[in-house]
């Protein structure tokens, strides 16, 4: 009779060790979901601004181009256009 309550409780314990296990592993994945989602976001946030910057580089660099191609012109003419 007690080997019997001796297996009933060693699969209680087992079943509650399995209980735990799948609770931290579900824990463990709520929380790479969270930090999935953090870095999903930043990752995009800075593609934005490498855009946004690129973007202001190119106005910065079309400004610049214009500047020197009426410089340009003013050289070879000797007067402003």
Not at 21 to 39: D, H, I, P, W
Request: aromatic share 2%.
């Amino acid at each position: 009779m007690s080997s019997v309550i001796a297996i009933v409780e060693a699969n209680a314990d087992m079943t509650e060790a399995s209980n735990v296990m799948q609770l931290r592993r579900q824990q463990r994945a709520a929380k790479l979901e969270r930090v999935t989602l953090l870095a999903r976001r930043y990752l995009a946030a800075v593609c934005i601004q490498r855009k946004f910057r690129c973007h202001r580089l190119m106005l910065r660099a079309k400004r610049n181009l214009h500047s020197l191609r009426l410089l340009q012109v003013i050289d070879k003419t000797g007067r402003a256009v």
